[in-house]
């Protein structure tokens, strides 16, 4: 096996993904925490809201410790066994050039998913296609570096993960779709979801279909990158393409 | 070489160049002098016109190591050096500032941005509007229609 086929393995395994992603949420966790108020209200990402909601409305306070086990309990077991199948072994260099990968994604991604922005509608300059309005872009920027964080871990996990992952089993067991089939339209479908997710509520952005598009078709993107590269990359890709909005 | 020594070597690599942040004046976008011709009479500015202050964000890749994006001059004073003005008397001030440091921590050294500030004075071209003037007036450049977060 050449290195570069290793180095795609292992960064796709449990203890290399899933540890690289855990800084995301701890710092995430403790901006939401210094920049929210005494009683932990504030601003968060809209998708930690929805997952901690369903749980809250479940079981109210015992609700959110059970997201935080199966979060954290589920993560740290997929972690602990396939570091004992593999001989307890970490090389600091996978998640050195797992940061480096994600960069290259992050920043590929405006690029791309622009372009194909561009080519499907046609006609507009991207810029005026892509001039929304209001949203996160108005909040100052330590709740959008937050906020952005908080998009590469619990986007991903509902959208990717969990959305994307029951759309196609639902396809599969409701439809008898094969599974190409039915990966592909759930990716699509969940993609869609994933973009109009991002004009609901008071932070949503104004409506316009380049943003709409764009966000629609990045939505395919992680998609397909979750699937090649596993979550720990996707998430970061996705932080780190956040963050960089930001910071512009 | 002992293993410490290799280990110090790419750190003193990135120490010498995450602190290093060059300008180039030729891609700042517009024409600009650095300094200005001594003034007649003491007190009197050096060069006639209006002073301006521009901020942005400067985005540094793995802790200094590339420059991703660079505040550019010519998008902020598009309108006021259409008709053929200048800058003078250029003077560019990087820092970095507390929030500049949280992101690069958050980002594992990722990105560093640094918060630069472009002021000086345009002379020539058409007049500019009132543009603010001092570190702490220093608008944000004007945003040329970022792509949404997704």
Same mark, same amino acid.
């Given at each position: 096996?050449?290195?570069?086929?290793?180095?795609?393995?292992?960064?796709?395994?449990?203890?290399?993904?899933?540890?690289?992603?855990?800084?995301?949420?701890?710092?995430?966790?403790?901006?939401?925490?210094?920049?929210?108020?005494?009683?932990?209200?504030?601003?968060?990402?809209?998708?930690?809201?929805?997952?901690?909601?369903?749980?809250?409305? !479940?079981?109210?306070?015992?609700?959110?410790?059970?997201?935080?086990?199966? !979060?954290?309990?589920?993560?740290?077991?997929?972690?602990? &066994?396939?570091? &004992?199948?593999?001989?307890?072994?970490?090389?600091?260099?996978?998640?050195?050039?797992?940061?480096?990968?994600?960069?290259?994604?992050?920043?590929?991604?405006?690029?791309?998913?622009?372009?194909?922005?561009?080519?499907?509608?046609?006609?507009?300059?991207?810029?005026?296609?892509?001039?929304?309005?209001?949203?996160?872009?108005?909040?100052?920027?330590?709740?959008?570096?937050?906020?952005?964080?908080?998009?590469?871990?619990?986007?991903?996990?509902?959208?990717?993960?969990?959305?994307?992952g029951a759309l196609a089993w639902a396809a599969r067991a409701l439809f008898?779709?094969?599974?190409?089939?039915?990966?592909?339209?759930?990716?699509?479908?969940?993609?869609?979801?994933?973009?109009?997710?991002?004009?609901?509520?008071?932070?949503?952005?104004?409506?316009?279909?380049?943003?709409?598009?764009?966000?629609?078709?990045?939505?395919?993107?992680?998609?397909?990158?979750?699937?090649?590269?596993?979550?720990?990359?996707?998430?970061?890709?996705?932080?780190?393409?956040?963050?960089?909005?930001?910071?512009? | 070489?002992?293993?410490?020594?290799?280990?110090?070597?790419?750190?003193?690599?990135?120490?010498?160049?995450?602190?290093?942040?060059?300008?180039?004046?030729?891609?700042?976008?517009?024409?600009?002098?650095?300094?200005?011709?001594?003034?007649?009479?003491?007190?009197?500015?050096?060069?006639?016109?209006?002073?301006?202050?521009?901020?942005?964000?400067?985005?540094?890749?793995?802790?200094?190591?590339?420059?991703?994006?660079?505040?550019?001059?010519?998008?902020?004073?598009?309108?006021?050096?259409?008709?053929?003005?200048?800058?003078?008397?250029?003077?560019?001030?990087?820092?970095?500032?507390?929030?500049?440091?949280?992101?690069?921590?958050?980002?594992?050294?990722?990105?560093?941005?640094?918060?630069?500030?472009?002021?000086?004075?345009?002379?020539?071209?058409?007049?500019?509007?009132?543009?603010?003037?001092?570190?702490?007036?220093? #608008?944000?450049?004007?945003?040329?229609? #970022?792509?949404?977060?997704?």
């Amino acid at each position: 096996m050449s290195r570069l086929e290793a180095y795609g393995r292992a960064s796709r395994a449990p203890r290399y993904s899933l540890l690289f992603a855990l800084p995301l949420l701890l710092a995430y966790e403790a901006l939401a925490a210094a920049l929210g108020g005494p009683g932990g209200e504030g601003i968060r990402n809209g998708a930690d809201v929805l997952l901690k909601s369903l749980f809250l409305g !479940l079981g109210g306070e015992r609700g959110l410790r059970v997201f935080a086990l199966l !979060l954290l309990g589920g993560g740290g077991v997929l972690v602990v &066994r396939d570091l &004992r199948a593999s001989g307890w072994r970490l090389e600091a260099r996978v998640f050195l050039l797992m940061l480096a990968e994600s960069l290259v994604h992050a920043l590929l991604l405006g690029v791309v998913a622009g372009w194909l922005t561009a080519r499907l509608l046609g006609g507009l300059p991207l810029a005026t296609m892509l001039a929304g309005g209001g949203g996160v872009a108005t909040l100052d920027l330590p709740t959008q570096l937050m906020v952005s964080l908080g998009a590469g871990l619990y986007e991903e996990l509902l959208f990717r993960v969990l959305l994307v992952g029951a759309l196609a089993w639902a396809a599969r067991a409701l439809f008898r779709w094969p599974p190409a089939v039915a990966g592909v339209v759930a990716t699509v479908l969940g993609a869609v979801i994933f973009s109009a997710f991002h004009y609901v509520g008071p932070l949503g952005d104004r409506l316009e279909v380049g943003s709409f598009t764009f966000r629609a078709i990045a939505g395919v993107l992680f998609s397909a990158l979750y699937l090649v590269r596993g979550f720990g990359i996707t998430a970061w890709a996705h932080a780190l393409y956040d963050v960089l909005i930001a910071l512009r | 070489m002992t293993r410490a020594a290799r280990a110090a070597l790419p750190a003193l690599a990135l120490l010498a160049s995450g602190c290093a942040q060059t300008f180039d004046a030729t891609k700042l976008g517009i024409p600009a002098q650095m300094s200005a011709a001594a003034p007649v009479t003491p007190g009197q500015p050096a060069v006639e016109g209006v002073r301006f202050a521009v901020g942005g964000k400067a985005v540094h890749a793995f802790w200094g190591l590339f420059t991703l994006s660079q505040p550019k001059l010519d998008q902020a004073l598009a309108a006021q050096l259409v008709g053929g003005g200048e800058v003078r008397e250029l003077r560019i001030r990087s820092r970095l500032r507390f929030w500049d440091i949280v992101a690069t921590g958050l980002t594992l050294g990722v990105l560093a941005p640094r918060s630069v500030t472009y002021d000086g004075v345009v002379v020539g071209g058409n007049p500019p509007p009132q543009v603010p003037v001092g570190p702490t007036a220093a #608008p944000a450049l004007p945003q040329p229609a #970022p792509s949404p977060q997704p």
